[in-house]
């Protein structure tokens, strides 16, 4: 084995160990394409996803891909999550993208899409069951130009914290 090889086996060895021990993993993610590349305040975007594991905490993300026909530097998004006995948490979050010059947060992609993914809930799941969590665009303009698509992602933690 060379030892360019070598190093490099070595550096994945390393980043899945250190991976390993961090203690959370990505339950959960999926996105949704957006129509248009706009996305409507009468668009809901549903996510469904089924918690076995009750004793874990869950860090909830919302994604976003843009692109630079978006408008603003922030947005603002109600979120509802229902449990499968029925019970509903609902609430809204404003989501920074741009720094006050107007250069986008989120990693770019391509050049024309810039990619967020930004936290908003912190919880422990009482009942196992297949929850739903909603997004729906909370800002002013009825279509927000230059949104491709929408996700969820869930991280699945190890402790208390």
């Known amino acids: 084995m060379t030892k360019s090889r070598w190093f490099f086996s070595a550096l ?7 991976y390993s021990c961090n203690g959370e993993e990505i339950y959960f993610q999926k996105f949704q394409k957006i129509e248009d590349v706009s996305w409507n305040a009468k668009d809901p975007k549903f996510f469904d996803f089924d918690i076995v594991d009750t004793t874990k905490l869950y860090e909830f993300y919302f994604n976003l891909r ?3 026909d978006y408008g603003y530097g922030n947005m603002f998004v109600f979120w509802s999550l ?8 609902t609430d809204t979050a404003q989501f920074i993208l741009a720094k006050p010059n107007g250069q986008w947060l989120g ?6 899409v810039i990619e967020n993914s930004m936290y908003f809930l912190k919880t422990k799941l009482p009942t196992r069951g297949v929850y739903s969590l909603v997004f729906t665009q909370g800002m002013r303009e009825e279509n927000l130009e230059g949104v491709k698509d929408v996700g969820l992602k869930i991280m699945k933690k190890d402790g208390t914290n």
């Open 66 to 68: 843009n692109n630079n």
């Open 107 to 112: 990693k770019s992609a391509s050049g024309t």
């Open 82 to 89: 229902q449990s499968p006995d029925g019970r509903t948490k």
């Open 12 to 18: 994945i060895a390393v980043n899945l160990l250190l």
